[in-house]
């Protein structure tokens, strides 16, 4: 069974990995003064078993370290925890370091005697690198901690953002279904090729309003296409009154805006203005090549409009692009024309 050694912030290897060469070497030196640079045996035996030695001190201070983390969790607790850990650690230091100096001089090899002073300096800089060393694993931790919350914070607040993307479902106005099926009626009478075809037009449509409750995001291509559907059974009830202009390039058309957005617009148009061949309601749906497409329409308002639920319907989507921190902009230009500012989102952006 492999064993594993418990970790104070993940990092515990690569922190040993990358200052035990150093400090056996900054050891050897204070221990064995020139000999350790004289013979290249010397030195590479030394530097093998400090690094050992070093790595066993290393392992039982981080084992020390993970159990006062376990005993002194808490935000308060931080400098209790850090005094008790650089105590332990120079007392587990200390004795590993005269172990060292007292195995040295037990080796006939290194032809070495123990020397106080140079025992008293090796403790007093191994003293400063162990108290650097606990606050670099307490701020490594620290950050690790932030690092964690910041993306459990931003999962949550992505989760949040989707579950009121779906709570701001459009909504099949009645109307539209009840003058459909009038239309679909009064073609079926007069014309059934037109009746068959606007059949499969609105067939498109209901399935794409109802896909809708389960793709929040979809192409402007997808959208477009939809919308010319629409507009075909829009166009059975008023003809010639109601035109589209698309221009849109294909750069355009693989980015991404909500569902049915370009629908609610639409649907809002028409219930606003005067429909009709006099004064036909001119919608167009073009780039501008800065990350927004713009919808325009002529207005010539209706004297009496029931647009209440269209404009709720509006109010939706300005609140969907809330969500989604891009600015949906309306403009009334003064010279009978309303043009919608429509952010467009590549396929790597958003939310979603």
Request: charged share 15%; glycine share 4%; proline share 3%.
């Amino acid at each position: 069974m492999k064993m594993v050694i418990p970790q104070y912030n993940g990092k515990d290897n690569l922190v040993m990995v990358l200052t035990m060469p150093a400090f056996a070497i900054v050891v050897n030196s204070i221990i064995l003064d020139a000999s350790y640079y004289s013979n290249w045996k010397i030195f590479i035996v030394a530097t093998i078993l400090t690094a050992i030695a070093g790595t066993i001190d290393f392992i039982l201070c981080g084992l020390v370290a993970v159990a006062l983390k376990a005993h002194f969790p808490a935000e308060h607790q931080l400098m209790k925890r850090l005094s008790f850990m650089i105590i332990t650690f120079l007392i587990i230091s200390g004795l590993y370091l005269y172990s060292l100096f007292r195995g040295y001089e037990m080796i006939t090899f290194f032809n070495y005697h123990f020397n106080q002073a140079r025992f008293i300096w090796s403790y007093f800089s191994l003293g400063i690198l162990n108290i650097f060393l606990t606050f670099l694993m307490e701020g490594i931790s620290r950050y690790n901690d932030w690092l964690k919350n910041r993306q459990e914070t931003e999962a949550l607040n992505n989760a949040y953002k989707k579950s009121q993307l779906y709570g701001l479902k459009s909504q099949v106005n009645p109307h539209f279904l009840f003058n459909s099926l009038n239309s679909l009626s009064s073609l079926i009478q007069d014309d059934e090729e037109k009746a068959e075809a606007f059949l499969d037009e609105m067939s498109k449509v209901y399935r794409y309003m109802l896909r809708s409750d389960e793709e929040q995001m979809v192409t402007l291509e997808t959208e477009l296409s939809f919308v010319n559907s629409y507009i075909h059974i829009l166009k059975a009830r008023y003809g010639d009154g109601l035109q589209l202009r698309i221009q849109v390039s294909e750069k355009d058309k693989t980015t991404l805006l909500p569902a049915l957005a370009l629908q609610v617009i639409i649907e809002n148009a028409f219930s606003q203005n005067i429909v009709s061949k006099s004064n036909p309601l001119i919608i167009s749906i073009a780039s501008t090549g800065q990350n927004f497409i713009e919808v325009s329409n002529n207005v010539q308002p209706k004297t009496i409009t029931d647009a209440m639920d269209f404009d709720a319907g509006l109010d939706n989507l300005v609140q969907k692009y809330c969500l989604l921190n891009l600015p949906l902009t309306v403009m009334d230009t003064g010279n009978n024309l309303r043009i919608i500012q429509l952010p467009i989102m590549p396929k790597t952006g958003g939310i979603l």
